[in-house]
């Protein structure tokens, strides 16, 4: 049996999880790419079925020997670094670019479907808009490293025909579990639920612009099973295999901190408790403060599972996933 799929960043959070949903479908011939290094990522792939796993240094030597496996259908490349404080960026481009042309080079080669993960960092601060369109890359400013490493990639894929055949997904803010790993880079869920069960109250970043209210900056949140989703649509065999070039994966909505505040406070049983810190020194001029995917691309290649509404899928965020783990890990295995 060879694989049918494979997986970059398969360990990660969006892969692990979009590998879970494929064992769901009954699909297990995959090929999960990662690097596990020595934290607790590893633990995302437990439980999960595939064919085998490769170390992403290793895999890629092999793609520049041999190509990709004889018999593959689609390669859905996750593998990055997500890290938006991220500074070195020899470490980005080399991880983020060279990494990506190899894989996208190779699947052009043998006709395998290539769906990668681009971000809505590239918009930058959002005065050119949100519009998923090509023909507008060259309009937007990255605020960060991160996001500059994913927008020159987008461009070089748009400039060598790969966006003719191939899809990049602008992820949003994207949030649920098997994000542990992620560390300072997690989702204000994961990090506020674990500041409210210790301290009660929950800290968001104070705003520096007149135009916007401590805490009602704005993002585009999107649960990890609705991107999952999205991603997979794309696949051969399914609704998206003929679509190409970049789509926004967001909910299509924009929703205040405050709000998502206010959902996990609900989640947890708890009237809301906020504390607005100030913005630090190092993302002023670099943070988004309003984000706001439009998705009519993604409706118009026959997507239409509407997104879980964000109080819905904070609440099943809290109390099937990270509940459940805070009582598994408590002493005796009680939530303590």
């Known amino acids: ?24 479908m009954g699909e297990d011939r995959i090929l999960v790419v990662d690097s596990l290094g020595t934290g607790p990522k590893w633990k995302n792939l437990n439980g ?44 980005l481009i080399k991880n983020n670019y060279e990494y990506s042309k ?17 971000s809505a960092a590239t918009y ?10 090509e023909a507008e890359l060259d309009d937007l400013r990255p605020l960060n490293g991160y996001g500059f490493s994913k927008h020159i990639f987008d461009l070089w894929a748009r400039r060598q025909g790969i966006l003719e055949r191939a899809v990049g997904l602008k992820y949003f803010n994207v949030f649920g ?39 009602d900056q704005e993002r585009d949140f999107l649960y990890v099973k609705d991107a999952v989703e999205m991603t997979i649509f794309f696949l051969p065999g399914l609704p998206g295999e003929r679509a190409v070039g970049i789509h926004n994966a967001g909910s299509g909505q924009a929703s205040t901190w405050n709000s998502l505040a206010a959902a996990l406070f ?53 109390k099937n996933h990270l509940l459940e783990k805070a009582a598994a890990e408590a002493p005796g295995g009680e939530e303590k």
């Open 1 to 24: 049996m060879s694989e049918k799929i494979v997986v970059t960043g398969g360990a990660g959070f969006i892969g692990s999880n979009l590998i879970r949903r494929l064992n769901q």
């Open 48 to 91: 999960l079925s595939f064919l085998d796993y490769r170390q992403k240094n290793d895999f890629i030597e092999t793609v520049r020997a041999e190509g990709l496996p004889a018999g593959l259908e689609a390669l859905i490349h996750l593998g990055a670094c997500s890290s938006t404080t991220e500074q070195d960026l020899e470490y």
């Open 102 to 118: 190899i894989l996208a080079e190779a699947c052009r080669a043998r006709g395998i479907r290539f769906i990668y993960a681009s």
């Open 124 to 133: 930058g601060n959002g005065a050119q808009g949100y519009r998923d369109n």
């Open 177 to 215: 579990p098997q994000e542990d790993h992620k560390g300072s880079m997690r989702s204000l869920v994961a990090k506020g639920f674990e500041q409210v069960r210790r301290t009660g109250r929950l800290r968001l970043f104070a705003s520096d612009r007149p135009d916007y209210a401590d805490g």
């Open 266 to 318: 609900s989640a947890l049983g708890r009237q809301p408790e906020i504390e607005y810190i100030p913005l630090p020194q190092e993302l002023r001029g670099k943070y988004q403060y309003h984000t706001l995917a439009e998705m009519e691309k993604l409706r118009k290649a026959g997507y239409d599972r509407p997104p879980t509404p964000l109080a819905e899928a904070v609440s099943d965020y809290v």
